[in-house]
C-alpha cells in the first residue's frame, strides 16, 4: 500500500451523495484476486443500476491495465483515495481490500457520504465493527456486507427447506471449508488479519446461523498447524470448532488452509438429512441433496455471478432508501464469533457468547440470478488457492 498523504479517516461528509436517476456509480477499492475474477466482471450484470466509474489501488499498472479493460476513466492511487470521495463521481464503493483495511476504508467512506458495500469478514474485532456502524448511521449511509450467498438460489432453497421442517427439527450442523493455500497469499499473513477462522471459517459460521434462524450461546475451538510448513508461521493451518446453539444444538465445523479443496455443510434433522456439496463455491454448480423416509432428491444450482446480484441489490436499496440485509450488524454477528472462538483455543474453554438481539435472516425474496461470468485474465495477482 501506497503511503497516504490523507488517512480514510480524514475524509468529512460533504452531505450524502445523491445517485443520478437510476444508477449508482461505483468505486472498486482493492484490485486483487476477488476484484478482478468476480467484482469487476460482475458489473456487466448490473448495468440496470450499477455502474464502475472508478478504481482504487497502490499498483499503477493494475489501474492502468484494469481502466483500459473495463473503460474507467477515474483512477486513483491509495494516497489519493480521499480525492476519489470527494469527487462527486461516485456514490458508493465496493472495499475489496485485505481484512485488516476494512474499517479504516469504510469509515472514509462513511465520513465522505459515500454508501459502502465491503467484503467479509466485516473487520477484525466487534469493536471495529460497531464503529463503521456508528459511522454509517452518523453520515446517512448504507452498509453492507458482502455475503454473495445470501442471494444464490441454491442457498437460499436450504434455508427455506429446513425452516419449513421439511427435515423435521433441525439438530446438527456440520461442516467443512478447506483449501490449499499458496505461499506469500495474503491469507498467510498475520498483519493483513489472515486465518481460516476469518477468510472461510466465517463462511461456515454464517451458515450455521441462517440455517438455525438464531446465534450460537456458546462456542469452542481447537487449533492445528504443521509447524515444518513454513505457510503457517504467521497463521495456523486449521480450526475446529463447535457451536451451542438455542434448544441443545449443535453446529461444528472445520477450515483449513493446508488440506484439499473441499466446501460443504451437512443438516441432520429429527426426519431428515439435507446436504449441500459444493456449499460455498464461487465459480462452480452448487449441490444439494435432500434424504427423507430414505429417498434422495438431488438438485444442481448451476454456476451464475454470484457478485452481481450483490451490486443489483445494494443499488436498490440505495435508490429505495432500504435497510440492506446483511447489513453491519449481520457482519458483526460473525466477527463476534470469531474473536470468541480465537479465545477458546487460546484458553482451550469454552466461550460464552452475550445476546445480540434479533437479526433479519436471508430469504428466497432476496434471490437474484445472473448468468455466469467468464474467466477473466489476471493482471498481478493470484488465485490464493492451487
Same mark, same amino acid.
Given at each position: ?11 468529512r461528509?460533504?452531505g450524502s ?16 484476486y476477488?476484484?478482478q ?9 448490473a448495468h ?16 492502468k491495465k ?11 492511487g ?7 470521495l ?6 458508493a ?6 481484512n ?13 457520504g ?13 469493536q ?8 454509517a ?17 441454491g ?5 427455506r ?6 427435515i423435521?427439527?433441525?439438530r ?12 506469500g497469499?495474503s ?8 486465518g481460516p ?6 463462511y461456515?459460521i ?7 434462524? !438464531? ?7 481447537y487449533e &492445528? ?5 513454513? #505457510?503457517f =508461521? *504467521?497463521? @495456523? $493451518?486449521?480450526?475446529a470448532?463447535?457451536?451451542?446453539f438455542p ?13 484439499a ?15 449441500m ?5 464461487m465459480?462452480?454448480d452448487l449441490?444439494?441433496e ?16 454470484q457478485?452481481?446480484?450483490e451490486l ?18 449481520e ?5 463476534r ?6 479465545v !477458546? ?8 457468547i &452475550? ?5 433479519? #435472516?436471508? =430469504? *428466497?425474496? @432476496? $434471490?437474484?440470478h ?16 492451487k
Amino acid at each position: 500500500m501506497a503511503d497516504s498523504n490523507t488517512s480514510p479517516e480524514q475524509t468529512r461528509n460533504s452531505g450524502s451523495k445523491k445517485p443520478r436517476a437510476g444508477k449508482v456509480r461505483y468505486a472498486v477499492v482493492g484490485l486483487g484476486y476477488i476484484a478482478q475474477i468476480a467484482v469487476l466482471p460482475a458489473f456487466r450484470h448490473a448495468h440496470e443500476n450499477s455502474e464502475l466509474v472508478a478504481l482504487v489501488s497502490g499498483d499503477q499498472e493494475k489501474r492502468k491495465k484494469l481502466a483500459t479493460k473495463y473503460k474507467v476513466n477515474k483512477t486513483y492511487g491509495y494516497e489519493r483515495y480521499a480525492d476519489c470521495l470527494a469527487s462527486g463521481d461516485i456514490d458508493a464503493v465496493y472495499i475489496a481490500l485485505p481484512n485488516n483495511m476494512h474499517r479504516a476504508y469504510s469509515e472514509g467512506a462513511a465520513e465522505a457520504g459515500v454508501h459502502i458495500l465491503c467484503e467479509k469478514p466485516m473487520a477484525m474485532t466487534e469493536q471495529e465493527c460497531e464503529s463503521m456502524i456508528a459511522a454509517a448511521s452518523r453520515n446517512d449511509v448504507k452498509l453492507m456486507i458482502a455475503y454473495r450467498l445470501h442471494f444464490e438460489m441454491g442457498n437460499l432453497s436450504a434455508i427455506r427447506s429446513v425452516r419449513d421442517g421439511q427435515i423435521g427439527e433441525p439438530r446438527i450442523f456440520r461442516s467443512a471449508f478447506c483449501q490449499q493455500v499458496t505461499r506469500g497469499n495474503s491469507r498467510l499473513q498475520s498483519a493483513l488479519g489472515g486465518g481460516p477462522l476469518y477468510d472461510i471459517g466465517v463462511y461456515c459460521i454464517n451458515a450455521a446461523r441462517y440455517i438455525f434462524q !438464531a446465534e450460537p450461546q456458546e462456542v469452542f475451538a481447537y487449533e &492445528a498447524s504443521r509447524r515444518n510448513d513454513s #505457510r503457517f =508461521s *504467521e497463521v @495456523q $493451518e486449521m480450526s475446529a470448532a463447535v457451536m451451542r446453539f438455542p434448544g441443545d444444538r449443535l453446529a461444528s465445523f472445520t477450515c483449513s488452509f493446508g488440506a484439499a479443496d473441499r466446501s460443504s455443510y451437512e443438516v441432520i434433522g429429527t426426519k431428515g438429512v439435507l446436504r449441500m456439496d459444493p456449499a460455498y463455491e464461487m465459480v462452480g454448480d452448487l449441490k444439494c441433496e435432500l434424504t427423507i423416509a430414505g429417498r434422495m432428491h438431488k438438485s444442481t444450482y448451476k454456476k451464475r455471478d454470484q457478485f452481481a446480484p450483490e451490486l443489483v441489490y445494494f443499488s436498490n436499496c440505495i435508490l429505495q432508501g432500504t435497510a440492506p440485509e446483511p447489513g453491519g450488524k449481520e457482519g458483526m454477528a460473525d466477527v463476534r464469533i470469531i474473536q470468541a472462538l480465537l479465545v !477458546a483455543q487460546d484458553t482451550n474453554r469454552p466461550k460464552h457468547i &452475550a445476546e445480540v438481539g434479533e437479526l433479519e #435472516r436471508p =430469504s *428466497e425474496q @432476496q $434471490e437474484i440470478h445472473k448468468p455466469a461470468v467468464g474467466k477473466s485474465q489476471l493482471v498481478k495477482a493470484a488465485a490464493p488457492s492451487k
